[in-house]
């Protein structure tokens, strides 16, 4: 059993209007979760999900641009600085692929709703409703789950892949909590905009519970993760502390290994650069920070021919000085040794003094008597250019001169990597945790960050500087100042703890999925007893109906026969009462006629009483006994002959059976049959013709299928008539000033009867051009035997009396009862002429028959009763109409008596006396 409920009628602006309501509704809902969302790649509850699925149920693949269009664009406007130029870049491909995912997603989820489970808030079935919330609720959003984060690690270089398969856990979770929350909500809403009112309550109940199941996962995902975000950020923050003194760890790690050169080189004599690239390997060993180390003499500018003279000692080839002191008094500070050479060969004989920075770097090194540092410097000696710093560590000549001052003659330089120096303070744990760049004082670009993968040129710019939860750390180092800031990466924040985040979700998908499956279930219980009670109502209401009409046939069907019968008994009472009072032996056989004919009427109406009775009862039997079917239709051409040409109509037999024409069946039943429908016939027959046709539709042997066939040039038969035409009690006309009498018994007997002998009764009509009775059976085919027939004949009729009856054997009757009585009558033959007869002479009394044609005897009493002159003249209902309301009905309309037929002249007399004027 599956009810279904008809889909809301909507004009095209209202479908245009819903549309790009949805559309909307994704774009902002989605960017009002993503708000709340920790980081903004996977947003944990996806309601765009349920609002593109509930889209497509609606428009089918009408909608999937919709789809594409709001995800893509919600995409495109995350990002911080939004530039059409980014579609062609990568950009354009992961958000072209998410919306692409997005959209088959939704297609998917809606080709199933909408070909095999059907709207969920109407669906009778349980099994349905489980393949909801698991397969469309569920299961179908690994679609778009799997291909967004395939995008994200193919084309977002932010991405972090270290989280892959727990960003789709995360994806698939979001999407199924936004298909089990928005999606039943907008099939409610929906539905309120046809449901009447007493079954809105449901749906109302199910759009409140599903926005409480949406504010409580709202509600603890926020506080979930913001508490855990406060975690996060509570150790990230005592992250910084450990960061902070690793740095400072590795700087004086460096400070310890420029010292420990300098104190080399000056307890060494006679170094040789053996001796110094062997220590400085060793160095470089211990710290892979140090790029090179080198030994930078002091020297006049007399002594530069001996410097020349131990270069060439050192490494067997001329090099010569290079930098020009900054002024006549400074001293040539020149790189005598470096190791490792390879790469650094350039830099022999270099004066470092020749440079302002490193002068003054060199100044304070000696005035402090401690290793100083450079500012950062790009060095283009590697392959590509590196941040890193000099140290320049004072090395003292060990025997004091003449003043016993320590004489200074050069200095153990390092050249030390930010970025090596950095990898050995900073764990790969703390890398994956925050987002850093290190800057100097008084710059806007870092000198090291870690958004790129390796630092190649001094041109980043600050990123960090204004944001939020940036902690900034300064160190001081040896004449130097770094500045750092640290933020805490989106992922790690998301992602901290996983095991509780995940747990979390996980629960929330289960208890929603849960709840929507009771609600759903109770939403279907509440289904099919609404439906039950629909179908209970209307199967009540139907059967109130038929039992009404029911009743209502039975109704006219009983007025009908006490109309029919009184009208026959009237003229066999009144003929026989006539008869006894005259001694004419020829008017008494004239009498007896009509009171034989009206008797053959009365007993043919018992007769269809009884037959139909039977009928229902199941008590009727069939003879089977030989009987020649010529001789039924010669009888059935005898009596309706004279009776069609006296009507003025054409009456034809045409017969095609073949000789003989005998048969076993129930003759009796059969010429009942054909006599009802050419009564029917006829009656219905103003003008034209009645035919009667017989024929052999096929034959064998033993058997004859037979087609009887009557076809009248009458008024037709509606339709919607016809439908009941052979239902009992029925008739096409059966109003009060009908037409055409009869008992409405005739053509369902005709039918029943028909039926009983393995054949059938059936109409073809068009209205105002005639109809075809056509009465086919199977009959056995037997030998010859011989048949007679009867046939019954009846007829029947003074103070100033109008008597208005449209029945001529009545009209006969009355006259001749008022003649016995020495009355005058004056005969008309329905109300209207009643009327007009009344006002054009005079009358002492009025006999009125209440069913006449044209206009009938309640409406014409009471037209007679509106004019001045007639309100006193009595007037006296003479019908068949019997029952206790006809009589009051008569009173009531303005009748002063109620005279039954069949009528008494004992009792007519009566009547009149009381009248008498």
């Known amino acids: 059993m599956e009810q279904t409920l008809p889909k809301l009628k909507l004009s095209p602006l209202q479908h245009a209007l819903l549309y790009a309501c949805l559309m909307l509704g994704y774009l902002y809902s989605g960017s009002f979760f993503s708000g709340l969302s920790a980081q903004s790649q996977v947003v944990l509850i996806w309601l765009p999900a349920g609002i593109a699925l509930f889209g497509v149920y609606l428009w089918s693949w009408r909608f999937l641009p919709a789809i594409f269009l709001a995800s893509a664009t919600f995409n495109l406007t995350a990002q911080d600085h939004l530039q059409l130029s980014l579609l062609l870049t990568p950009l354009g491909a992961e958000v072209g692929l998410i919306a692409l995912g997005a959209s088959l997603q939704a297609a998917v989820g809606g080709v199933i709703l909408r070909r095999y489970i059907g709207d969920p808030l109407i669906c009778t079935s349980s099994l349905k409703i489980l393949l909801f919330i698991f397969v469309i609720g569920i299961g179908v959003n690994l679609i778009s789950a799997n291909i967004g984060v395939y995008a994200l690690s193919t084309f977002n270089s932010n991405y972090s892949n270290e989280h892959h398969w727990l960003n789709v856990l995360n994806w698939w979770l979001g999407d199924s909590l936004g298909v089990l929350l928005a999606t039943p909500v907008l099939f409610a809403l929906y539905h309120l905009g046809f449901l009447p009112k007493g079954n809105k309550k449901s749906h109302w109940l199910i759009v409140a519970t599903v926005s409480i199941a949406l504010f409580s996962v709202t509600f603890t995902t926020v506080i979930f993760h913001k508490n855990s975000e406060l975690n996060s950020l509570k150790l990230s923050q005592r992250e910084t502390k450990v960061i902070e003194n690793a740095i400072y760890r590795q ?33 470089i060993a211990d710290e892979p920070s140090i790029k090179a180390m080198s030994w930078n003499t002091i020297n006049d500018k007399d002594s530069l021919l001996n410097l020349q003279a131990r270069l060439f000692e050192h490494y067997q080839r001329p090099i010569s000085i290079q930098g020009t002191p900054l002024s006549k008094s400074d001293p040539y500070i020149v790189v005598e040794m470096i190791s490792p050479l390879l790469g650094n060969e350039k830099a022999l004989g270099f004066n470092v003094n020749s440079n302002p920075k490193r002068n003054t770097v060199l100044t304070q090194a000696e005035k402090a008597n401690t290793p100083q540092a450079t500012s ?50 900073i764990t790969p744990y703390q890398e994956d945790m925050f987002h850093l760049e290190l800057y100097e004082p008084g710059t806007n670009r870092a000198f090291y960050d870690s958004f790129d993968e390796l630092q190649k040129t001094n041109v980043q710019n600050l990123q960090l500087l204004g944001k939020e939860n940036v902690t900034s750390l300064t160190f001081n180092f040896s004449g130097q100042t770094w500045l750092m800031n640290l933020q805490p990466k989106n992922d790690y924040l998301a992602h901290h703890p996983n095991d509780l985040s995940i747990l979390l979700i996980c629960f929330q998908v289960l208890i929603v999925a849960f709840i929507m499956l009771l609600i759903l279930l109770m939403n279907n219980r509440q289904t099919i007893l609404n439906h039950l009670v ?36 009237n003229a066999v ?35 269809d009483i009884l037959d139909i009775s039977k009928i229902e009862s199941d008590k009727l039997q069939l003879e089977n006994i030989p009987f020649d079917l010529l001789g039924i239709l010669q009888r059935v051409d005898a009596m309706f002959s004279p009776l069609v040409q006296n009507k003025g109509l054409q009456w034809n037999l045409n017969n095609s059976l073949p000789q003989p024409t005998w048969y076993l069946g129930d003759p009796v039943r059969i010429e009942q049959i054909l006599i009802n429908l050419c009564s029917n016939a006829i009656k219905f027959t103003q003008s034209g013709s009645v035919t009667l046709t017989a024929q052999v539709l096929s034959q064998s042997s033993t058997e004859h299928t037979l087609s009887l066939a009557v076809i009248d040039t009458g008024v037709g038969i509606k339709p919607e008539i016809a439908k009941t035409l052979f239902s009992a009690f029925t008739q096409a006309d059966d109003s009060t000033s009908r037409r055409f009498g009869g008992t409405g018994l005739g053509l369902a007997i005709s039918k029943e009867l028909s039926l009983l002998m393995g054949g059938d009764v059936t109409l073809t009509s068009d209205e105002g051009l005639g109809s075809t009775f056509t009465f086919r059976v ?30 001529p054997i009545n009209q006969i009757v009355i006259q001749e009862m008022l003649r016995t009585l020495n009355i005058e009558a004056v005969l008309t033959k329905d109300g209207q002429e009643a009327i007009d007869t009344l006002q054009q002479q005079h009358f002492d009394l009025i006999l009125m028959d209440c069913q006449m044609p044209a206009l009938d005897g309640y409406e014409a009493t009471k037209q007679i009763r509106t004019l001045p002159e007639f309100q006193h003249i009595p007037i006296i209902a003479l019908t068949a109409d019997v029952m206790p309301e006809d009589k009051a009905h008569a009173l009531d309309v303005g009748f002063n008596f109620h005279l039954a037929k069949p009528l008494d002249i004992k009792k007519l007399k009566l009547c009149l006396s009381q009248f008498k004027l």
């Not at 008869?579 to 004239?590: G, H, L, N, S």
């Not at 037997?782 to 029945?807: F, G, K």
């Open 251 to 283: 700087l004086n790690n460096s400070l310890v290994h420029i010292h420990s050169l300098a104190s080399f080189i000056q307890n060494t004599p006679n170094l040789t650069t053996d001796k110094f690239d062997s220590y400085v390997a060793q160095l």
């Open 376 to 425: 950062i410097i790009q060095l283009v000696q590697s392959d590509y250019p590196e941040a890193g710093f000099l140290l320049f560590s004072p090395v003292y000549q060990l025997t004091r001169n003449a003043t016993n001052k320590k004489q200074l003659i050069g200095y153990a330089t390092g050249v030390f990597l930010v970025k090596e120096l950095l990898s050995k303070a």
């Open 534 to 569: 629909s179908v209970r109502t209307k199967d009540l209401k139907r059967e109130k109906q038929l039992s009404e009409q029911a009743n209502k046939a039975k109704s006219r069907f009983l007025a009908n026969m006490s109309h029919e019968i009184r009208t026959p008994l």
């Open 573 to 607: 009472i009144g003929f026989s009462q006539l008869a006894k009072q005259t001694k004419d032996t020829d008017t008494i056989v004239d009498y007896i006629d009509k009171i034989a004919l009206s008797s053959s009427s009365l007993l043919n109406i018992v007769n």
């Open 778 to 807: 199977t009959l056995t085919t037997t030998a010859p035997q011989a048949t007679s027939q009867v046939e019954p004949d009846i007829d029947l009729s003074n103070i100033r009396i109008l008597v208005a009856e449209d029945n």
